[in-house]
């Protein structure tokens, strides 16, 4: 069983700061990709930045240049720094990693973290 157990979240004024981490924790698994999606009250989860399988990175284009995704491959961690926050950021946050998992044979899962709550007041 692969988890992924974040942290960071909180309340933050317009133009602050935050750092979200995402630890994926288990036994037996290598990760494929890995990134940061967030949903917003009343609108549909997206994605808002995140490592493909080949390293490169995407960003949502509204947090271009605001938010920074980078990764410890020692620790299979990933952490999104957000500066400059908006109120357009607040959101519940959560982590994605799509592993493969040799516990049982090679098998692809999608696995989701339990979400932080982002709030940015004006």
């Known amino acids: 069983q692969v988890q992924l157990v974040e942290s960071g979240g909180g309340l933050v004024q317009a133009g602050g700061s935050l750092r979200l981490s995402c630890a994926a924790t288990?036994?037996?698994?290598?990760?494929?990709?890995m990134g940061w999606h967030r949903q917003a009250p009343g609108k549909q989860r997206e994605l808002v930045a995140g490592?493909?399988?080949?390293?490169?990175?995407n960003y949502l284009d509204s947090v271009k240049g605001r938010f920074t995704i980078s990764r410890d491959n020692a620790r299979d961690t990933v952490y999104l720094q957000m500066n400059s926050l908006e109120p357009e950021d607040t959101g519940v946050y959560y982590c994605?990693?799509?592993?493969?998992?040799?516990?049982?044979?090679?098998?692809?899962?999608?696995?989701w973290g339990q979400g932080t709550l982002v709030t940015v007041s004006s």
């Open positions: 994605n990693a799509g592993v493969i998992q040799y516990s049982q044979g090679a098998r692809y899962l999608e696995v």
């Open positions: 288990g036994t037996a698994f290598s990760i494929n990709t």
């Open positions: 490592f493909t399988t080949t390293g490169t990175t």
